[in-house]
């Protein structure tokens, strides 16, 4: 099955998990995995949030992220991943001067 992005239309989510500024995304969902092709702007990030009944595998496009993993700041750069398995927590930041864009995978265990 064939996903673009180019026919998706984007959303804006402000303060998204309790983060800073805006998450701008396009994301396709069914009943067990979300796949997004996200970007955060300078100074934007997602809040830390607990995944409790999934896990996430975020792919780095460009900018460099910034997460902060079981209390612990670690840097992801274009061609690197940042995983999430579940019931671990994690927050993303864009502390860079360019828009940060990933592609980001939920999958459900339940």
């Known amino acids: 099955m064939k996903i673009d992005f180019k026919n ?3 959303k804006i989510v402000p303060n998204f998990k309790g983060g800073e500024g805006r998450y701008i995304m396009k994301q396709f ?9 996200g970007k955060l702007e300078p100074g934007c990030s997602i809040g830390l949030h ?6 996430e595998i975020m792919y ?23 995983y999430n398995p579940m019931d671990k927590e994690h927050t993303l930041m864009n502390k860079g001067k360019e828009d940060l864009t990933f592609f980001a995978v ?4 339940h």
């Open 29 to 37: 969902a069914d009943e067990k995995v979300k796949i997004m092709y």
């Open 106 to 109: 939920v999958a459900e265990h």
């Open 8 to 10: 998706i239309e984007e």
């Open 50 to 55: 607990r995944h409790e009944l999934n896990c």
């Open 60 to 82: 780095i496009l460009s900018g460099q992220a910034t997460y902060v993993y079981e209390g612990q700041e670690e840097i992801v750069n274009p061609g690197e991943v940042h």
